[in-house]
């Protein structure tokens, strides 16, 4: 198992600095959100996303995955993960998992490696669909909408040889506030079915931004990054494994 850091974690950030956070809390890989500013979007090569990529590989931080809702531009995708060797995970808009999978097979069937994000209530019949068509399971689990213990079970027994990533909402210094969530269950039954994916460390709500900066130690970093009202710190320093207790 493979912790990693989200992008949405420090959605101001570059990639260096999530790689540099990634150093600093001893964590293996950073999974890419469209939409951050850590410069890697579909598109033409460019130095600036290929230097980035090279520095992350480096520091010995590897690029996880790239995740997005886009399921319209399948072209630059694959040749997004051709140019910098970055898995795709496709976010299905309005939780269209059946639109997903057909782009999915397309990227596949050009040698992408691609998954397919699912979540909620309905995870384990969607991942089910994903798995019959022989793709990559991306699952957010959130303990706060479902019930992440009963369906890592099921997830790990049905499922288990294409899921590649477990999203945890809530992870990082967010996780004293899951106890009693089935996180540590979760956590337990990953560990015990030798799950070699990634575990993406993932905020619940941009609500705990300082929470976060200061996990990382990035506190003032980048642009929007100061403390408002709205903004809620947590008391104390989580473990890197975000629940795993």
């Not at 040698?111 to 384990?124: H, L």
């Not at 008391?235 to 494994?241: D, F, L, R, T, V």
């Given at each position: 198992m493979r912790l990693t850091l989200s992008s949405s974690a420090a959605p101001d950030a570059t990639l260096d600095e999530l790689v540099d956070a990634c150093v600093r809390r001893g964590l293996a890989a950073v999974?890419?959100?469209?939409?951050?500013?850590?410069?890697?979007?579909?598109?033409?090569?460019?130095?600036e996303r290929r230097a980035a990529v090279?520095?992350?590989?480096?520091?010995?931080?590897?690029?996880?995955?790239?995740?997005?809702?886009?399921?319209?531009?399948?072209?630059?995708?694959?040749?997004?993960?051709?140019d910098v060797g970055i898995p795709i995970v496709l976010d299905p808009p309005d939780c269209d998992v059946s639109s997903a999978i057909r782009v999915a097979a397309r990227l596949r069937d050009a040698?992408?490696?691609?998954?397919?994000?699912?979540?909620?209530?309905?995870?384990?019949n969607d991942a089910a669909d994903v798995a019959a068509a022989e793709l990559g399971i991306?699952?957010?689990?959130?303990?706060?909408?479902?019930?992440?213990?009963?369906?890592?079970?099921?997830?790990?027994?049905?499922?288990?040889?294409?899921?590649?990533?477990?999203?945890?909402?809530?992870?990082?210094?967010?996780?004293?506030?899951?106890?009693?969530?089935?996180?540590?269950?979760?956590?337990?039954?990953?560990?015990?079915?030798r799950f070699d994916g990634d575990l993406v460390l993932t905020p619940s709500s941009p609500r705990y931004r300082v929470a976060w900066q200061t996990w990382l130690g990035r506190r003032g970093w980048g642009c929007g990054s100061s403390a408002e009202a709205?903004?809620?710190?947590?008391?104390?320093?989580?473990?890197?494994?975000?629940?795993?207790?």
């Open positions: 999974a890419l959100c469209a939409g951050d500013a850590h410069c890697v979007f579909p598109g033409p090569d460019t130095l090279t520095r992350a590989r480096s520091a010995g931080v590897a690029i996880a995955s790239y995740r997005t809702s886009a399921l319209d531009q399948p072209e630059r995708l694959r040749r997004l993960a051709a040698g992408v490696p691609v998954s397919v994000a699912v979540r909620g209530i309905d995870a384990v991306a699952w957010d689990a959130d303990p706060a909408t479902a019930p992440v213990a009963q369906h890592a079970d099921a997830l790990l027994e049905d499922c288990g040889r294409w899921l590649r990533e477990v999203r945890l909402i809530g992870g990082g210094p967010e996780a004293a506030m899951q106890e009693g969530r089935g996180v540590g269950s979760l956590m337990g039954a990953l560990a015990l079915a709205h903004v809620l710190p947590l008391a104390g320093a989580a473990p890197a494994a975000g629940g795993g207790r």
